[in-house]
C-alpha cells in the first residue's frame, strides 16, 4: 500500500480524516508523520528530508481494550509549546524550549479510544501515550507497548545491555552498570538476551545521529528499556518479572485519565545536538516545592580508595580535613557508619564536619526485601514509618544530603520507593544521591532535591577490576554522547593514585594520565561530585592538578560539544559564569592532534590556561594565547587529556 504523506485534512485541525499527519520541527528540518497501516498506528521520522527512522509501530495492549491492532484515526490537534525555565543540576542553567504539538487520536474495532501527543523541537521529537477514562473503567493495567523504532539498514548502534535480574553482588542487579558495544551491527544481540537500558545511541550511516530515551517516568509507571532487534524493530519492552526478587507487577498500573511516561527521539547531521539536547528537562515540570533550593558542591570520600576498612572515627576525621584543606562542601561517609561508628558516635563525627565548615552526605542502603544486601544501614528506607524517623534523626543532626544505594530494578514498585524517598526527604531538607540504581528520567527537575545518580560503570570499578582501568578511557568517550548526555551522573571520579589502593603501591593501575583524571571532572556533570582524591595527593600529585580540583565547579550554565566520536575522544566545552572549560580525552592508540574551533563559543582573541597531559612530564598550568581566529591547536596524548580554562 502506498503512503499518502500529506492528507489535505492535516490543514483542518480538530477534524475526523483518513491517514497521514505530520508535524514538524520550528526549523521545519525533523518532521514526524504518523499513519495507520493495516489497523495498525505506525510513524516515521525524517531529518532534512533524510529517513532517520522508517515506519515504526506504535500501540497499546492493555486489561481494557487492545490499541494496538483494528485501529482507525479519528481526530488530530496542532498547538504550539513554548517554555522557559531555569535548572542549575544540568548541563544547562537556562533553557528556552519551542515545540510543535500535535495530537492524533485512534479508535480500536470496540469504539475505544487512545491518543498519541506529539512534540517536535528543533532536534527533539517526543511521544506519550493518552489514555480517557473508558466508560466505567478508571484502573488499567498496560501489559505491553507496540511503541517502536525502526532504523534504515545501515544503521550501527552504542548500545549497553539490560542485565539479568537478581545477579551479582548480593543480587543486586540490574543497576545500568553493563559494557557497550559501539559502532555495531543494528541486530547484535544484547548480552544477556533482555535488550538494552536507555539512553541509546544510533549512527544512521553518514545521515546523522539518533539518540533515544525516556523521561517523566513517576511512581505512576514503570522504567522501560530497549528489546533485542527483532523482526527489524526495536520495541519498548518492561521490566523483567524476576526484578525486585519477583516482588511487584512488571506491568504497569495507571488511573484513568492517564499518561505514559514521555520516549524521546534527538536527531541530528551531527552529534553537537546529542550532546546538548536539553529534552528530558523539557517534556517535565517540578513535582513540589522545596524549602531551600538543592545544594551543589564538592566532596571528598574515604570508601572509594580506601574501602571497607575506613568506616572508623579517624579516617573519617581524615577525609573531613581532606574536604576542608580543598575547600570542598561536602564529606560523604560512606557504608557502615551505624556499625562501625554507632548512632551514639555519629553526633562527634558530625560536629567535627559542621566545625570544619563540611557538610555530612549519609549512606543507606535501600533495601529491603528485594537483596541480600548487608551492607548497613539497612531496612531504614524501605519502609515510610521508619524512614519518616530517620529523616528526622538526620535533620536533627544537621544531615542535609544522603546517598541511597542498591535498588531493586525498573518496576513500578521501585520507582514509586525512589519517589517516596525524594519526598520525605524533602519534607526534611534533604538532597538525595541514588546509587546502585535506575537511570534518572527527567528528575533533576521532577524532584528538587535529586541530586545524583550512578547508573554507569562508576569510578568504584576501577578498584574492583583491571579490566576498568584498562577501558576507562573508551568509556569516557561514551558518556557526553550517551549516559550523561539524558541525566547527571554521579561518578565518583578524579582519582590521583597510580595504583587503587591506600597505600598507591598495589591493587589495580590507572592507566590514564593526570589531566585526563581533571578533564574527566568537567567532562562527567553532576551538581555533587564526590571526588576519588586521597590525603596523600596533596604532597604527591603535581601542585597544578591539586590547583585545578581546588577551582573546579560542578554547576554549568552552558555546554557546547567541540569535537569528537563516541568511543573515540571528546572534547566538550562547559562555561560556569564567564568561565569556560574545554575539556577533552582520547581513547585512542595514537596522539590526536586537533584544532578546536573556540570561535562557536564566541571565544575570540583571549588567553587561557591549559592543563594537559605530556610525554614524561607533571601537569602544570601553561599559558595559551586564542588567537584572533578563536583557533586552538592541541595534542591530545592516547589515555591522556586536557583542560583549557579561559581567563
Ligand atoms: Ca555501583
Excluded at 526549523?27 to 515504526?56: F, H, I, N, Q
Excluded at 515545540?99 to 498519541?116: D, E, F, P
Excluded at 547484535?188 to 523521561?215: I, K, M, N, Y
Aim: charged share 25%.
Amino acid at each position: 500500500m502506498k503512503k499518502s504523506l500529506f492528507c489535505f485534512c492535516l490543514l483542518l485541525p480538530g477534524v475526523a480524516f483518513g491517514t497521514g499527519v505530520s508535524v514538524s520541527s520550528p526549523d521545519g528540518r525533523l518532521v514526524v508523520v504518523t499513519d495507520v497501516e493495516a489497523g495498525k498506528p505506525v510513524y516515521s521520522v525524517s531529518y532534512d528530508g533524510k529517513t532517520m527512522l522508517e515506519k515504526s509501530p506504535l500501540g497499546l495492549k492493555t486489561d481494557v481494550g487492545d490499541f494496538t491492532v483494528g485501529m482507525t484515526c479519528v481526530d488530530s490537534v496542532r498547538s504550539k509549546v513554548s517554555k522557559s525555565y531555569d535548572q542549575d543540576k544540568i548541563k544547562k542553567s537556562h533553557i528556552d524550549y519551542e515545540a510543535n504539538r500535535l495530537v492524533v487520536t485512534y479508535s480500536n474495532h470496540n469504539s475505544q479510544q487512545i491518543s498519541v501527543e506529539w512534540q517536535v523541537a528543533d532536534n527533539d521529537a517526543a511521544f506519550r501515550y493518552l489514555i480517557p477514562r473508558q466508560g466505567d473503567t478508571g484502573a488499567m493495567v498496560v501489559e505491553r507497548e507496540a511503541s517502536g523504532f525502526s532504523f534504515p539498514k545501515e544503521t550501527t548502534v552504542f548500545l549497553t545491555s539490560q542485565s539479568d535480574a537478581m545477579i551479582g553482588w548480593k543480587r543486586t542487579k540490574p543497576s545500568y552498570e553493563e559494557f557497550y558495544v559501539t559502532d555495531a551491527a543494528l541486530d547484535t544481540p544484547s548480552q544477556f538476551g533482555h535488550g538494552f537500558t536507555f539512553p541509546g545511541l544510533f549512527r544512521v550511516a553518514d545521515r546523522g545521529w539518533v539518540l533515544l530515551t525516556e523521561t517523566g517516568v513517576d511512581g505512576y509507571y514503570c522504567a522501560s528499556h530497549l528489546s533485542d532487534y527483532k523482526d527489524g524493530v526495536f520495541t519498548i519492552a518492561y521490566p523483567m518479572p524476576e526484578e525486585n526478587n519477583g516482588n511487584g507487577s512488571a506491568s504497569p498500573g495507571i488511573a484513568l485519565p492517564g499518561a505514559t511516561p514521555w520516549r524521546t527521539i534527538t536527531v541530528a547531521d551531527n552529534l553537537a545536538p546529542v550532546a546538548e539536547t536539553t529534552i528530558p528537562w523539557s517534556l517535565v515540570e517540578p513535582r513540589y516545592e522545596v524549602s531551600r533550593q538543592a545544594r551543589p558542591g564538592r566532596g571528598t570520600w574515604s570508601w572509594i580508595v580506601w574501602q571497607d576498612n575506613s568506616m572508623n572515627m579517624a579516617d573519617q576525621k581524615t577525609f573531613i580535613d581532606l574536604a576542608r584543606d580543598l575547600g570542598y562542601e561536602n564529606i560523604l561517609i560512606d557504608a557502615g557508619w551505624d556499625q562501625n561508628i554507632g548512632y551514639d558516635k555519629m553526633p562527634e563525627l558530625l560536629g567535627y564536619a559542621k566545625s570544619n565548615g563540611v557538610r555530612p552526605i549519609l549512606w543507606y542502603s535501600s533495601s529491603g526485601h528485594w537483596n541480600d544486601i548487608v551492607q548497613s544501614p539497612t531496612n531504614k528506607m524501605d519502609r515510610p514509618i521508619v524512614r519518616k524517623k530517620e529523616m528526622k534523626w538526620l535533620r536533627d543532626n544537621g544531615v542535609e544530603c544522603i546517598k541511597v544505594d542498591f535498588f531493586g530494578g525498573d518496576k513500578q514498585e521501585t520507582m514509586r520507593l525512589y519517589e517516596d524517598i525524594l519526598s520525605d526527604a524533602a519534607d526534611h531538607g534533604i538532597d538525595v544521591i541514588f546509587h546502585g540504581c535506575t537511570l534518572p528520567r527527567g528528575w533533576e527537575r521532577m524532584y528538587p532535591n535529586h541530586v545524583g545518580s550512578e547508573a554507569v560503570f562508576a569510578s568504584e570499578n576501577l578498584i574492583f577490576g583491571q579490566v576498568f582501568c584498562d577501558m576507562e578511557a573508551f568509556h569516557a568517550t561514551l558518556h557526553p554522547f550517551i549516559r550523561n548526555s539524558v541525566a547527571l551522573m554521579e561518578y565518583g571520579g578524579t582519582v590521583f593514585n597510580r595504583r587503587m589502593s591506600r597505600d598507591n603501591n598495589s591493587g589495580n593501575i590507572r592507566r590514564t594520565g593526570d589531566a585526563f583524571q581533571l578533564a574527566t571532572a568537567v567532562l562527567f556533570q553532576n551538581p555533587v561530585q564526590n571526588f576519588a582524591l586521597t590525603p596523600n595527593n596533596l604532597t604527591e600529585t603535581p601542585p597544578a592538578a591539586i590547583d585545578f580540583m581546588k577551582s573546579v565547579p560542578t554547576t554549568w550554565d552552558d555546554t557546547r560539544l567541540i569535537d569528537g566520536y563516541p568511543g573515540r575522544y571528546v572534547v566538550l566545552a562547559r562555561r560556569h559564569g564567564d568561565t569556560w572549560y574545554i575539556a577533552g580525552v582520547n581513547a585512542m592508540k595514537e596522539p590526536l592532534k586537533l584544532n578546536l574551533d573556540l570561535s562557536k563559543l564566541g571565544i575570540v582573541s583571549g588567553r587561557g590556561v591549559i592543563y594537559a597531559d605530556r610525554k614524561d612530564k607533571d601537569v602544570e598550568a601553561i599559558e595559551v594565547k586564542i588567537k584572533k581566529t578563536g583557533v586552538v591547536p592541541v595534542e591530545i596524548l592516547p589515555d591522556g587529556g586536557f583542560v583549557i580554562v579561559t581567563k
